[in-house]
Every structure is written in C-alpha cells, then in structure tokens.
C-alpha cells in the first residue's frame, strides 16, 4: 500500500458507503408512494419508480454525468464511485415526481420525459452548479452554497412536478363541484412510515457524502457534523408537525408527522455543512410548518399532489436554499442575493424545461390515463396486476 | 493528510457507519410493532414510535448528552460521530417501551416521561457506567462489563416498561374473569418478520460500534469478533425457539422464533467482546429458553405486554450481564457480583425512578385511553387515521 | 496505530461493510417470496427462510467454513471478517431455494437438508473455486473466473432447487389435467418491490466485497467498478423486461421487470470486476430476456416455481459465467472452455448431491405437505399462525 492514495481510497469507499445509503431512499420513495395511494393504484406507483428510476440512472450513464462534469475524469478518488455517487442522485430527481403525479399518470411518456429529464436537464443544472461550470463568467454565473441539493435536487423535481401537475390536472372526484376538497385516505400506514424512514437514512448518504471526502480531520469533521445537522432538522420538522396537529386536530396525524420530518430534511440539506448544532432545529421546525400549510395552500389552488411532494420538496426546497444566507455562520462568502439568484436561476430553467418537454409529449402521447382506467385504477391498465389481490376492498 | 489523523478519520467513519446501522433499528420497532398489534392500533403505534423516538434524540440533544459525559468533548474521533453514535442508542431505550404499551397507551403522557427519561434517567445511568462516572470512588460505584448495555439500554427500557405496565394495567379481554388468558393474534407477519431482521442487521453497529475504535488491529479483530458473536447468538436464539416450538406444538411460530433471536442479541450485548466464537452459542441458545419461558410467565402474572419486550430486553438483559462472569475468558477482571452490582443499581434507579415519573403523569393526564376508545381502536383517537382503511376486517 | 497493520484494517472494516449489506438479501429473499406467494402461505414462507438462514449460518460456522477454507486463517483481514463475509453467502444458496419450494414444502426436511448444504456441499464448491482447492492438479481442476457466485452461489442454490422440484412436483392445481397452466397471483406486490430492492442493495456487497480488498488504489478503483457494473447490468435488465413486457401485453409488469433486475444482476455476478462500464448493459439486458422466456420455459415443463428462482438464479448463473469469456477484455487468461468446465463440473455435483439427499429425505420425511394442507395454506400446518388474520380473503 503506497500512502500517498491512502486519501483517495478513504474517499473512494467513503463516497460508495454514502452512494449505498442513497440507493436506500429508491425503496424508501416507493413504499412511501405505494403507502399514500390507494389500493387500486399501488402496483402502478410501484412500477413508476421502478422504471424511471432505472431509466434515469440508465440514461445519466450514458450521457448525462458527461453533460453535467465535461467527461469521466476525478482525481481525489475512484472515478466510478464519483460517478455512482453522483448517479444515485439522479433518480431522486424523478422519484420525486413519481409521488405527485401518482393515481392518473401513464408511465411511457414520464419514462420518455425522465430520458429528457436525466440526460440534459439535471445534468444542465448540476454543470452550473456542482459542475463543469457552463456560465462561468457569464452574467448567469451561479455561486450560492447547496450542499447536497436544496435546490439543485429538491426544487428541480418539484418545478417538473408542478409542471406535470399542471398539464394533467388533479385526480377525478379530489375537488367537486361545490369548490370542497375530498379527503382521499393513505391505503397502508405502516408503508409510509417504512418509506419515510429509509429516506431519512438515505439523508446522511445525500448530505454527509455530499461533502466529498473524509480524508482529513477537517473533512471528517465536517462529515459528521453535516450527518447531525441533516438528522436534527428532521428530528425538529417531526416534532413541530406533531405539535400542530395536535394544537388544530387533538390527533397526531403519523404521515403528517413524517412529511414534517421529511421538509426538514429537504430544508437541511443546501447548507447543513454550515450550521452550528442547534440552528438546523430552527430550519427543520420551519420546514415542518412550511408543509403543513402548503398542503393546504396548494390544494386550495387546486394542484393535486397526492403524497405532498410540492410541499415536502419544492417549498423547503427553496426555504433551505434561503436559510443558508440567514443563518450560515462560519464566514463563508453567502450572500441572499447569491442564494436567490440560484434559486431564480434553476427554477426558471427547470420549470420552464420541463413544462416544454411535457407539454409536447401530452400531444404525443397523453400523460394522463383515460377517465374509465383512472376509476377502474390504474393497477390494471398500466401494471396489469393488482396489488393486494386477496384483500376484499372496502370502496372503490 | 496527516498521518497523525488517521485513526480519528478512520475511527469518526466507523462511527458514522455504526450509527447508521443503530438507526436501522426505528424502522425496525416500528415495522415489528406495527405487525405485532391489531389493525385498528397499527397507525398509533407507528406514531408513537416515531414521536418518542424524535423526542428522545432531541432531548439527548439538548439535555441527555451533556448529562452522560459531561460535555461535548472526544479527543479520538470527531465529537458529532461520537455523540450521533450515542444518540442513536437512546431511541432504543423508548422504543423498546413502545410495543410494550401498545393497544393501550396514549402519545402525550409518553412523550412527557420521554422528556425525563432521554435528558435525565438514562443519561444518569450511562454517566455511571460509559460516561463522567459521577458516583466515582462511592460505594455505589459501578464496575461492571457492559458492552454495548444488555443493562444500560435493554434492561433500562424493560424496567421503564414494567413500571408502565403496572400503572397502566391489561388491555381490556386479555385476561378474561375466569382465569384465561386470550390470545391476540399478531396482524401483519411480514411486517414482523422485517422488523425483526432490521433490528439484527441493526445490533451489528450496536455492538460493532460499542467497541469504539478499529483503527488498529487490536481493535479491528475486536469489531469482527464483537460482530460475529453478536450473529451467532441470533442464529441460536433464533433455531433454538425453533425446536422449543416443535416440541411443544409440531408448528414453527415465526413470531416466536425472531423473538428467541432478538433475545439472544439482547443476551450477547453485554460482553459480544469477550467471549470465543463457540460460547454466543449457549448464551443466545438460552436466551431463547428465557423468551418462551418469560412470556408465559409474565401472562401468568397479568403483565400484559402485547410485543413480549419485557422477555426479550429485561429478562435478556439482565441474563447477558450475568453471562459475561459466567463466559468471559479473556482474564479481564471480571466478577459475578461486580455484574449483578451493577444490575441491582442500575435496575432499581431506573424502575423507581420511572415509576415515580410515570405514576405523577398519570395522574395529571392518564396514560390510558379511555375504555371506548381501546375498544374501537387507537388508530382513531390517538392518530386520527386507520391503517388499511380499505380493507374489510374481520373482526375487531 | 502501526502503519504496517492500515490494509489490514480497512479491508476488515471493508468486509464488515460489505457483508452487512449482504445481509439485507436475507430479508430482501423473505419479502419477495412472501409478497409472491399467496397470503395462505406467507407465515410460513418467511418461517422457512428465517429457519434456513440460521441454521445454514449456523452450520457454516460450526463445519462449512473449515471444509471450504481449510481452516481458520486469513493474514490479509480480521479471519472473523473474513468469515462473516463468507458465511453470508451460504445462506443466499437456501434462500433462492426457500422461494421455488414455497406453497407446498415442510421446512423439517428442508432445514435437514440445508445441514448438509451448509455442512459440506456448498463448502465443497467453494473448496473447489475459491477456497482451499482440493481438486488442484487433477483433472477436475477448475479455472474459471467466478467473481461472486454466479456458479458457486446462484447456480448451485438453482440446482439444488431443480432437484427439490423434480422430487416435490408442481402446486396442486398449477398445472391443469386439459394442458393449461393456470395463473396463481402475487398476493403483495409492495412487499415483492421492497425486497427485490434490498436484494439489489445488498448486490453491492456481495460483488463488491468479493474483489477482497480495498486498500489500495487499483483495488479501491475494482470495487468501485464492480459495483458500477452491478447496477448497470440491473438497470439494463429492469427495462428490457419492460420493453418486453409492453411490446408483449402493453402493461407493465412489476413482478417481471423486477425479476427481470435480478436477472441481471445474477448474470453480472461471474464477472463484474473484469468489464468495461459499458459491457453490463449487453449482459443484463440479455439476462432480463432469459428470465421472461425461462419462465415460460419451465411452465411448459411443468416445473413449477412459484417467484421464478430457476430463471434468475440457474439460468443467468450459467449465463453470467459464460458471458466472462465472451465479454471480459483485460487480458486475464479466461477461455471459453475453462468458464464450461466449472459450470458442468459445479452443475453435476451440485444437482446430483442434492438430489441424491433430497431423494432420500423425501423417504424418511416427505419434503411435501399433505394435499389438505396445501389446500388450507401452510401458515397453518407449518407455522400456527396466519399472515394477516383480520383481512377478508376473496379467495382461498
């Protein structure tokens, strides 16, 4: 063994132990998604991650890790754990579509847009930020801080969603004729907590990895600390949803609890690198008050979001992004104006993008189910198979 | 990179690792509770485990901590791995209660004694024996070998149970006027089933990262060995219970055999370091005997404990401490009454004071739902929402 | 820390990360088979995986290991690492049998057989390939490269499976008296999606962790690579399963598509370390093709396999083992020739022993339940207990 790649081979199965525990939150989207919908739609929703997730990773693969960096080069470590790494992320990127559009989408034109999607448009976004670098020197030049992807992840999937929300309308029966809003209930609980929970551990692969290295005493310490921020906003985003449901309900609402948890992750996640140990509370618990309300923000504009991805990823995606230029206090060089410039920057392009790509394919080929299959379920029309053939079912 | 630096590096991400596993063990509770309770108390408990569970960390956080070591201070590794290590552990104290009272007990109360028990009960028990060690040169000193706390963690939370279970008394019908005992079966095998699994892969990082440190040899083989150990009592545990429940009623109940495994981790916990690879075999082996005896003999004394925690944490635990003056032959200064010195003290601090604690909250908000609500369910009035709502039930 | 001991150190740590992820297959083989099967036969589906798992653990301790390596030594890592690693990989060979029995096998005689197994015929393949190599300079010397098991793990648990079907024979009611096959449904798909990704997850491990070492720069760049060829050849073959499936039947299905990853990801097990990142994609894609026609293959066979083992697990392990000689391009000294002579030689003794005890088991403890029994579901007669106890069922 020759010292001098003692630091690259730390670092190389230091990204590939992190790369494991992101792969972790594929598993962890889908049983949360199978969990929120109903049964008529559980193998459907299934399928959906599976596939594009496959697709997109497939798809980074080929081209889109070359897109984003310029080539397949790295130097402080394995280049096929950078790459590995790096592709983990990707899949997130559409799995947080997946939720979203869940109870009426078909899977062959989100596999095509996810072709799009995981070719070119992550990849654009991720060059000018983690990457090559595009519009260096240009007046689009981008320099916030996010570490691991408040906006660069979150909020790119949450713009595409809000996209494909927008183009497809909300499921039949959500909002009725006299302007109410028909409560649709989670089909498996235990599914949701099991998904939610996967993704929470996925985090510290995300955020802690997205350090880069562990190969000095620094690094190191930013690491963990990076991984107890990222656990402490969830901790607090749990708690707080726990505490407004039960001030409004006198219940506490477990997959509320869970989408509060899950907002303080997202909002954790662009500077937990940077935060002292008690400031990711504050984030976190702000996050969780940003999903509650947008839950409800969003269905009263009518944007069905069937598992709350809007909220969860979009909203505290953006929310994270700006809390780093509030409450960084190790003297970095952020500025709001930097942070919002990002967020502006990548939201524009990312919304815009995919509004354009979906738009077209809906002419081609419809994003949506027919009428007949969304009622009937879309287990049957798109998968083939039910999900729990056995179990009689109580309603439609 | 300094040289100097490499056994903190490498020892933060053996930490980092090790956590990461322990935290595979909240899944774990949850998903091996869900599956243990009726359906109508699936989606209360799945909230109780996640509510206790953030509350503990967090207050481990604020309070719990500083509690046990007297500071955030660690000069071999980054002081944010070493606490999410010790973090991680707290949780399991709670969450072995959770199943314990489940089909019966309502979040607030339990959430509040969270409070006490994650900043004070178990931070003063690991101060007196992993930590500042502030009864030092007293006559209650503790000296003990407790590796990992089949006493600190298993037996702490099996005490805090048994006081819960005597304030809060039986579920309603399980034991009926004329002397029977019902059987509530289990609703969800697979989900036990995963549990059970999340929870073993879970103890290697609690064991395996109990040792502290595999920057050297020394300690590397330690690790391995700690590991192993700990499988093998699982594996005996696990085939014991196994062969006991063929015996006894030629069918392999599979809740019975994952509970004989879970006591046998709960068994080895305490010296997985210092025993050879053949002796986890009888510890875990006899482990199992103390499951299948300790459920029928906790029935017989009316302590009705829905998930059998109290066989597999207290009575394990205590048996583990005891087992390492029994089994340890590695010449350490090891003695039966250091051991059962250390059980004692710790056992009576933490059953009084939990009593006490839960006892003054009972009072000021019972920690029982009311009989209505226990028998529609608590899924409803605790959470607000069922756990498979579209499914028909056969019973209640 | 002696700087002599670092490579020692990290590959033991390399190894423990390794075998963990492994680990997670155990309960990724539980849900799969038990979200395959019907809900009659889930308990005890998940009794027999969880009974095996231990007891071939177990054994491979006590005997396996020493007949498979000689002896316990290992200069290069902790020896205890080394052999939590191995005996990871002795339990996958029963659990790809657990499934391809399920809905008719008695665990007793299986769990009998799997001593044998575990004693000495799966350690006797391992003696022969990887470990002490007691056929070296006959004639049956084997030569070829088998990375991680597509031969000496997946082929030899199919064998042994083939050989379990030809004895057992097919369900009752499988196949019926007019010729037709009769379509027996997955009775939970979520559980089916949850463990193939965990059995995906743990691929990394298993490929990964055999390159054996990651303490130095080319090995740490062949564990990244192998793992990056892993999951190609996975993504590969979840989406030609998919495009096969649509172009077939314009759905989607699941169950397929995720058979069709573990096809994939059984035929890049041989070679994983030795393609280039672009090969997988030819591999997986062509192991996806083999199980969707395998699967055919073997109902027109009648040889019923409930969850499709032989197709993933024996034809792409014979697949992936001749794929090295077509594909591998750095120059080892693979041929054609000595890829076949390891399949046969492997293939023979591994079908021909298990048969051999397999038939004569059968005569002293039938491997098959009572036709009543399977009637009723096996979660009664074998494991006391049933899966879901409250949910209707609208069919047997």
Redo the contacts between chains.
Sequence with gaps: ???Q??????D??????A???V??M??GF??LE??LV??KN??AV??M???IY??A??MF?LIGYTVAFGGWENGS?????A??FQ?AFVGKVVNIMSGGVSERAR??PFALFTIIMASFLYPIAVNWTWGADMLKETVFDISMHDLAGSTVIHSVGGWALLAAILIMGPRKGKYTKDGKIRAI???????V??GA??L??GW?GFN?GSVGS????ES??A???T??NT??A???G??VA?II??LK?K?????M??NG?LGGLVAITAGADLYN?YEP?IIGAFGAVLVVFAVAFFDRLKLDDPVGALSVHLVNGIWGTVAVAVFASNGEDITLLNQLKGIVIIGVFAFASSYLVLFLLNKIIPLRVSAENEYDGLDI???????????????S
Excluded: Q
């Excluded at 470590?77 to 754990?81: D, L």
């Excluded at 209930?185 to 599914?191: C, D, G, R, T």
């Excluded at 029309?381 to 309603?395: A, D, F, R, V």
């Design positions: 063994m020759e010292l790649h003692l630091p690259y081979i730390l190389t199965f230091f990204a590939i132990f790369m494991t525990l792969i972790f594929v598993p889908a049983m199978a969990g109903r049964t559980v193998s299934l399928m991650n599976t596939m496959a697709v990773s497939f693969l470590m394995s280049v096929y754990a790459f590995l592709m899977v062959i209930p989670a089909s498996n609980i235990p599914l907590t099991l929970f996967l929470w551990i510290f802690g562990i190969s000095s005493k190191a310490d690491v963990a600390l991984i107890l656990n402490t969830g901790l607090a749990a708690i726990g449901m039960y309900y219940k506490l609402d477990i997959t609890i869970l948890a140990i509370i029309s798109e998968c083939g198979l039910e999900s729990y053939p056995e179990m009689i079912k109580s309603k």
